[in-house]
């Protein structure tokens, strides 16, 4: 999965003024190190989405059928069976800008007050990293608490980006449609709670394996990460005795553990649930890779520039970016603990 990485990140406008040259260059410096500091919440991007740049106003994502199977033949020299590859689903995924700007006083800069100057400066670049990662966080997480399929959401007050998969369907949905027919329906959300043992993990696994691609052939991909909200302490700490201990947690029996070891713990920094709620996500890392499922695209990284303004003589630091994400696909990852969706009725879990 790529890394995000540090561009253009700061920059003086070419200042004159000696009264602000000297720490004008300290902040440039210091915003630099900071951007280039890894957070909770690049780490959270990096590991649920496949980050890459952009140099267009957006980016066209979705997915063709894949091959059947090779056909056996009963006689030398016969022709191989021609296989129809069509494209499936696509959408557009359009960059956001976003900004942010703060102000130090002359009178900062005179007394040489550089820990304020440096809180300030921190403040921005860790809002910039904390809004990248609840931007991707609340599309992922739309579907969670909602009683109805979620297809698109309001963020920081603006509304309308895009939540759903290539296929035009919630991103967790009960009807996901196949390229090749479309009345073959599969469902990646559930309203299943996790439960105080193993068994709907290994059932949603093993289901979420059984999916099917856009040519109805089934993937066998292997579900290996947990994602959950940051505010349920129960569920992580169930979780973490599910994937790390020797014996069957809940049980009075010498069982083995058939989870452990077999499963990443991701609590999402940004999410965070109403009181009761206990949502999870289940993720096959292999899947999100092949299939680019989850895409996180960096338009522009964070750019700062520094100016005076004449009127009162403070520098004024404007940070700008662009930035966008989205789901070319769905087959990567099931959503358990829903509000909606459907219900596995095992009668034994």
């Known amino acids: 999965m790529a890394k995000h990485t540090p561009g253009i990140v700061s920059k003086n406008a070419g200042l004159a003024d000696d009264t602000w040259n000297v720490n004008a260059q300290m902040m440039e410096a ?18 649920i989405f496949n980050v890459r740049k952009s140099n267009r106003f957006g980016e066209k994502i979705g997915s063709i059928t894949t091959f059947s199977d090779f056909v056996p033949t009963s006689q030398d020299g016969a022709d191989a069976t021609l296989d129809d590859i069509i494209s499936g689903p696509t959408k557009t995924i359009q960059h956001t800008t976003f900004k ?20 300030k400066a921190r403040g921005m670049v860790q809002a910039y990293k904390r809004t990248r990662a609840s931007f991707a966080s609340a599309l992922l997480t739309a579907n969670a608490e909602s009683v109805n399929p979620v297809t698109s959401i309001t963020f920081g007050g603006v509304s309308g980006f895009d939540c759903t998969s290539a296929d035009g ?16 329906t599969q ?27 856009n040519s109805n052939l089934h993937m066998g991909y292997t579900f290996d990460t947990i ?7 129960a569920l992580e700490d169930h979780i973490k005795k599910v994937i790390r201990s ?31 709620s206990e949502p999870y996500i289940l993720m ?33 630091w404007n940070g700008y970016s662009r930035f966008s994400a989205g789901f070319a696909s769905w ?18 879990v």
């Open 169 to 184: 369907k919630a991103v967790f949905a009960t009807d996901h449609p196949t390229a090749v027919d479309d009345t073959v």
């Open 187 to 213: 469902s990646n959300i559930f309203t299943n709670a996790f439960g105080n043992d193993t068994k709907m993990l290994n059932i949603l696994a093993n289901y979420g394996r059984g999916f099917k691609n």
């Open 284 to 316: 096959s890392s292999a899947a999100n890779k092949e299939l680019i499922g989850n895409k996180f695209y960096d338009r522009v990284a964070l750019d700062v520039t520094g100016d005076v303004n004449i009127t009162n003589n403070n520098m004024t």
């Open 246 to 276: 020797e014996q069957q947690p809940g049980s009075n029996y010498n069982d083995i553990n058939t989870q452990k070891g077999l499963w990443k713990l991701i609590v999402d920094p940004s999410w965070y649930v109403s009181e009761g």
């Open 30 to 47: 210091y915003i630099n190190d900071l951007y280039t500091e890894k957070s909770d919440f690049d780490k959270y991007v990096d590991d």
């Open 331 to 348: 087959q990567h990852m099931i959503m358990g603990g829903a509000k909606h969706g459907s219900t596995y009725s095992d009668p034994t």
């Open 227 to 233: 994602i959950i909200p940051s505010n349920c302490p």
């Open 100 to 119: 942010k700007l703060f102000t130090i006083t002359r009178e900062m800069n005179e007394d040489n007050e550089v820990d304020l100057m440096q809180a």
